[in-house]
């Protein structure tokens, strides 16, 4: 299940990682920069109100699934699942009419968190429907769902931003592509209701599994913004600009590989728990860490390694230098933040421990607000981008002593030993290189260094990579 998935879920993460690049370049030109803020904001808004009010009953989806189905109460699950959804949803205009009745904002502004509240509900509706697929291992289905609304909401959103709709374009476009999609989907999701009926005993559990899940991602989101504010404080927004640029860049493109992983890895291990119980997910579990180490940590330090010219050509020439310096440190705290989102932490929603993801979280999140108000005042950018790096991996270090008390998964340390050190020979060698800046020089240190690390894990055929890899082109070149 995780080989398929991680076959069929690509092409989501290419679409999307070419969105989130094109996102940036296009949007900072076509909007203002008050636009363009109040666009930020305004997602910001959003994310936060569908992890508070619905990312509950997502995240009970994509759990209990297979374990209904096993029971033949897939029926129950739905209904249950889906009024509990109802419930939450008639929260959002609630909030909605507080917040743009009483913040005291611009009329673009409130425009723009008008946008977000209504793309929440529709948003989360079909976030609902690519889960039951993803759980049910329909990996075509849900790869398309996320590939329209990743590209039709962005080129709806661009052409609403170009005839002049302000910050709100990329949010309506987000909505409207949504909406669409639940057009087509969400009649026969809710005939799988038919013969179902709301257990108060699931709803109890889904709520116990769920709502840690969503306070634990709310502190996520405490933990990568605390440091803008405080930047902000004490620096002006100008270093908060750079910083957030050199960031973005960073962890978009860490992303992208961790949520590709993600989507294919987390049904597989729900998966084998449920069907095979704790030794099919120890070996499904250290098959995913090693490939996930192999995969993404040549792509962190090649980030922190090419980031120069990187920089030089995606972003603009007042902010290069201070993103340049920013990107090195957020590849590694984005790779830690990776494995720990990614891995470490699915031992928690896979013991359905999931108040222990509070207490997690919540280390890292102290961790950072102590570090940064500490540092900055003396460092200053510096300051942050250390209390950052040490923030992840403190919280890297709680996830994987605390899982021992929920489901604890195992940690390829030989493989994690044998990427590091074709890391470091990889490194030696693009140090020696001149920096000659621009295209050239990221198309030459990027393909020299994906050939030395690919030319030493295959050569050592670390964790049986060439098997796994011949494997791989047999399923795309016969698929089942």
């Known amino acids: ?73 897939l029926a129950d699950h739905f209904a249950t699942l889906y009024r509990l959804w109802g419930a939450a949803a008639l929260v959002t205009p609630v909030v909605a009419v507080i917040v743009l009745r009483w913040l005291p904002v611009s009329a ?24 039951r697929r993803r759980a049910a291992g329909e990996v075509s289905g849900a790869a398309l769902l996320d590939i329209v609304q990743t590209v039709g909401g962005f080129s709806l959103g661009l052409i609403l931003a170009l005839v002049g709709l302000g910050g709100a374009a990329p949010l309506l476009g987000m909505g409207a592509i949504s909406l669409l999609c639940l057009v087509f989907v969400l009649p026969s999701d809710l005939a799988r209701l038919r013969g179902g009926h709301f257990d108060r005993a699931m709803a109890r559990d889904y709520a116990t599994y769920g709502l840690p899940v969503a306070l634990s991602l709310i502190l996520a989101l405490v933990l990568s913004t605390t440091d803008r504010f ?14 957030h640029a050199g960031y973005s860049l960073g962890s978009r493109t860490l992303d992208v590989l961790f949520i590709w992983l993600g989507m294919a890895g987390g049904p597989a291990l729900v998966a084998a728990l449920e069907r095979g119980g704790p030794a099919a997910l120890k070996i499904a579990a250290r098959e995913q860490a090693s490939f996930m180490i192999l995969l993404t940590l040549p792509a962190a330090v090649g980030l922190a390694l090419v980031a120069p010219p990187l920089v ?35 031992g928690f929603t896979l ?60 940690v390829p340390w030989g493989t994690l030993a044998k990427a590091g050190g074709a890391c470091l020979l990889m490194t030696a060698v693009l140090l020696a290189l001149p920096s000659q800046g621009g295209l050239a020089e990221l198309a030459l240190k990027a393909g020299l260094g994906a050939l030395v690390y690919g030319g030493v894990v295959l050569g050592l055929n670390v ?14 070149a016969h698929p089942a």
């Not at 094109?22 to 076509?30: G, M």
């Not at 222990?356 to 300051?383: Q, T």
């Not at 964790?463 to 795309?476: E, F, P």
Request: no cysteine.
């Open 1 to 73: 299940m995780f080989w398929r998935g991680v076959l069929g879920y690509l092409p989501v993460n290419i679409a999307q990682g070419v969105v989130g690049l094109l996102t940036i370049v296009l949007f900072t030109r076509v909007l203002t920069p008050e636009q363009y803020g109040a666009y930020a904001l305004a997602f910001s808004a959003l994310s936060l109100t569908q992890t508070i009010l619905l990312t509950w009953t997502e995240a009970a989806m994509a759990r209990f699934h297979a374990k209904r189905a096993e029971e033949d109460r």
């Open 108 to 131: 673009p502004m409130k425009v723009a968190l008008a946008a977000a509240f209504a793309a929440v509900l529709v948003k989360s509706l079909t976030k609902l429907s690519q889960e």
């Open 230 to 243: 405080l930047l902000a404080a004490y620096l002006g927004e100008a270093t908060v600009g750079a910083y």
């Open 312 to 346: 030089e050509l995606m972003v603009g020439e007042s902010l290069r230098a201070g993103a340049t310096h920013v990107t090195p440190w957020i590849a590694a705290s984005g790779w830690l933040s990776g494995v720990t989102t990614y891995y470490l932490l699915q």
């Open 351 to 410: 013991g359905r421990r999931t108040p222990l993801l509070i207490v997690s979280m919540a280390a890292p999140a102290v961790v950072n607000l102590a570090l940064n108000l500490l540092l900055i005042p003396r460092f200053g950018l510096d300051g942050a981008l250390w209390a950052t790096t040490a923030s992840y991996g403190a919280g890297a270090i709680a996830a994987w002593v605390l899982g021992h008390n929920a489901q604890p998964l195992p």
């Open 463 to 476: 964790d049986g990579l060439r098997g796994k890899l011949s494997g791989l082109v047999r399923r795309r």
